[in-house]
């Protein structure tokens, strides 16, 4: 099993700003569409963002759209999760997902089956 490695997670206060890295083990995100998601405790996992391979195509949860950004550093090997303006309600455990099938993120389509998963960061957004 490839895995994904999360970082960046933490504590800030409502309207302040975190990154998120992903970082893959074992292979290259070049190919790979990738995917946010977030679990709150008592909640469904969630769609938080999703960027193709390409990184022609995004796609985000209308709850974070304007908020969120999502990006890639092919050279890196990283994706980011650029986080501002947070809520409390942002508030979550957040993975990052990858999978090679480029359709699974479109400007129509944000889908939830990915491959590969990391173990998750922690955002914890309060005053």
């Known amino acids: 099993q490839l895995q994904l490695v999360e970082s960046g997670g933490g504590l800030v206060q409502p309207g302040g700003s975190l990154r998120l890295s992903c970082a893959p083990s074992g292979f290259t995100l070049d190919y790979y569409s990738i995917g946010w998601f977030r679990q709150a405790p008592g909640k469904e996992r969630e769609g938080v963002s999703c960027?193709?391979?390409?990184?022609?195509?995004?796609n985000y949860a209308d709850s974070v759209r304007g908020r969120f950004a999502i990006s890639r550093d092919d050279a890196k090997n990283t994706v980011y999760l650029q986080m501002n303006n947070l809520k409390p309600e942002d508030t979550a455990v957040y993975y990052c997902a990858a999978d090679p099938w480029d359709g699974l993120c479109n400007e129509y389509v944000f889908m939830n089956e990915y491959d590969y998963w990391g173990q998750g960061t922690q955002v914890t957004v309060s005053s």
């Open positions: 960027i193709s391979s390409s990184s022609s195509s995004t």
